[in-house]
Every structure is written in structure tokens, then in C-alpha cells.
């Protein structure tokens, strides 16, 4: 069983990941495959951007992002080498592992919808999620409008994806949240999914 989980930034995501774990899901993070692809690619991202990347011969995230994310051709070369290295390290660990939780942003951009046999697509209101992000990140408002922004198409093509998707409507308290997931849980376990 793989379950694939999206949702915009501070919907609640990572905390509906985490419950899913604890019931027995393995998690493939792939926002952290995303930091393996770039030791993993090294090369091809040195001929790509200069060794001006590199500290102590490893890719620098913290010079690679602002190079990248100010240029969306330059995100689109980035995503062209380290993507399909996402992309297969996923599939082989869904299919090492028997149920797995997938956990990207990127879930559909990236294709991996097609890994999933259904999609939890965690909604909270933009206001909630701007609290949560001023709380927790510690970052402007204008930062998280700008991230939103580049978040617009997360959820858009999920319907068409032909894929069973359970929306979790994340708008109180995480106790709100756990008993929603709590109940997708028990429907899991009375379709033999995962055990009671």
C-alpha cells in the first residue's frame, strides 16, 4: 500500500506523516532524496553551475539555492538532473518496503502520483497556514505569500490523476487532525491494508 501525502506549505503534511509512521507506514521523505540526489550528482551539477557549489567538495545548498531559486530556468536544469535520481530511489523503495507513505511537496510536478495507490491531500486556510508559518519559521509574511505563490499548483491535478484521494481538512487542533486520520487508518485496516 502506498500512500501518497501533499499538501501546501503549513497545511499539516509532515504532522499527518508522522501519524501515519507511527500506525506502521515506512516514510520515504523526498525532500531529503533531494539532499542525497545532490551528492549524488555532483558532477553533472558542477558542469552545470561551476564548482563555485562546492565546500569541502560537496554541493553547498546554501549557495546552489539562491542561484536556482532567483532563476526559473536554472530550477528547471536543476530539477532535470536531480529529479529522475528522486523519482527511481523512490520507486525502488516502494517496492522494498510493503506499506509506504510518500512525503513531497512536489508529489505531483514530479510524477510520483503514480506510485500511490491513494493521495491524502492535507487542506488548511491560507490565514491558518500564514499564522502557523509566522509561528513556527519565523518568517515575513511577504516570504510566505511568495512561497504560496510558487505552491499554486499543489492539489490541481489530483483529480484528474485517477487516483483515490481522501482530503483532511486540517483547520482546528492536531487532535482534529489525528481523529480524521484516525479514521482513514481504521478504513485502511478494515480493507486488510495494514494491521489492526
Not at 94 to 118: F, W
Not at 149 to 176: A, F, H
Request: overall charge negative; some cysteine.
Amino acid at each position: 500500500m502506498v500512500v501518497g501525502v501533499v499538501g501546501k506549505s503549513c497545511s499539516g503534511k509532515d504532522e499527518a506523516v508522522k501519524f501515519l509512521v507511527n500506525e506502521g507506514f515506512y516514510e520515504i521523505n523526498v525532500d531529503k532524496l533531494g539532499h542525497e540526489a545532490l551528492k549524488q550528482k555532483v558532477d553533472e551539477l558542477v558542469s552545470s553551475f561551476g564548482s563555485t557549489i562546492l565546500k569541502d567538495g560537496e554541493v553547498d545548498r546554501k549557495i546552489l539555492g539562491p542561484i536556482v531559486f532567483s532563476d526559473p530556468e536554472k530550477l528547471k536544469i536543476l530539477n532535470s538532473i536531480t529529479h529522475p535520481w528522486m523519482c527511481e530511489e523512490t520507486e525502488r523503495l516502494t517496492k522494498e518496503h510493503k506499506n509506504c507513505v510518500i512525503n513531497a511537496a512536489l508529489l505531483e510536478s514530479m510524477g510520483l502520483v503514480r506510485l500511490c495507490d491513494e493521495v491524502l491531500y492535507v487542506f488548511a486556510p491560507l490565514e491558518m497556514r500564514l499564522e502557523r508559518a509566522l509561528k513556527r519559521d519565523g518568517i515575513t509574511e511577504e516570504n510566505f505569500l511568495a512561497r504560496n505563490r510558487n505552491q499554486k499548483e499543489i492539489g490541481l491535478s489530483l483529480l484528474e490523476s485517477g487516483k483515490r484521494v481522501i482530503t483532511i481538512i486540517n483547520d482546528q487542533d492536531k487532535e482534529y487532525l489525528y481523529r480524521q486520520l484516525s479514521l482513514y487508518c481504521d478504513r485502511l485496516k478494515s480493507r486488510g491494508y495494514i494491521n489492526g
